[in-house]
């Protein structure tokens, strides 16, 4: 009731190589540690790039919103791209 949305990392760590993990099906399943409560809990979530590692890998944040409040997440997610700087 008293926030918008809640702001968290989208994956704990940092993005791997692709295939790097493709053998490794415990290491996969943590990469989603922050994205599988919004889908349990029926919550809506966006996530957005937030940079770049030192080895050019992806960065990325998510926000999870109340019920129906993509709205509202469309535009917080549209605000944070309009001043992100890579």
């Known amino acids: ?7 968290t990392p989208t994956t704990p760590t940092p993005a791997f190589k692709i295939g790097e993990k493709a053998n490794d099906p415990v290491q996969m399943y943590l990469a989603d540690l922050f994205t599988v409560p919004a ?3 029926q919550h809506p979530s966006i996530s957005v790039p937030s ?7 992806p960065l990325g944040v998510q926000f999870i919103g109340p019920r129906f409040g993509e709205e509202k997440l469309f535009s917080l997610a549209k605000t944070v791209e309009s001043i992100r700087k890579d």
Do not use: P, R
């Open 1 to 7: 009731k008293d926030y918008d949305a809640v702001f």
């Open 39 to 41: 889908n349990i809990a």
């Open 51 to 57: 940079g770049k590692t030192e080895a050019g890998l």
